[in-house]
């Protein structure tokens, strides 16, 4: 079992910046993949971006622009999120998943980020 709790969003200007974290706490450390899933009001949640084994993978709307990283230490995920446009605003979802989890996947709560034009 893993529990995910995101924190880091709010509102911002258009072209501001905002950094999210996410903790992971369970039964293992290290987990394989972790990434960032946004969904918008009436519309389906969209990968935002991936870590896996050092390798990140974004989304063409956030390349450039987004940053996800990871502290195995302390079994965290960020998503250093730069030049926000206001189609950026969406609840933010961290994600994990892991072989020694049957590759189930894992969400937080949501994080709710909001940009203003």
């Known amino acids: 079992q893993v529990q995910l709790v995101e924190s880091g969003g709010g509102l911002v200007q258009a072209g501001g910046s905002l950094r999210l974290s996410c903790v992971a706490s369970?039964?293992?450390?290290?987990?394989?993949?972790m990434g960032w899933y946004r969904q918008a009001p009436g519309k389906q949640r969209e990968l935002v971006a991936v870590?896996?084994?050092?390798?990140?993978t974004y989304a063409d709307a956030v390349k450039g622009r987004f940053t996800i990283s990871r502290d195995n230490a302390k079994n965290t995920v960020y998503l250093q999120m730069n030049s926000l446009k206001p189609e950026d605003t969406a609840v933010f979802y961290c994600?994990?998943?892991?072989?020694?989890?049957?590759?189930?996947?894992?969400w937080g709560q949501g994080t709710q980020v909001t940009v203003s034009s």
């Open positions: 369970g039964s293992i450390r290290s987990i394989n993949v």
């Open positions: 994600n994990a998943n892991d072989p020694r989890l049957g590759w189930r996947d894992y």
């Open positions: 870590i896996r084994a050092g390798t990140a």
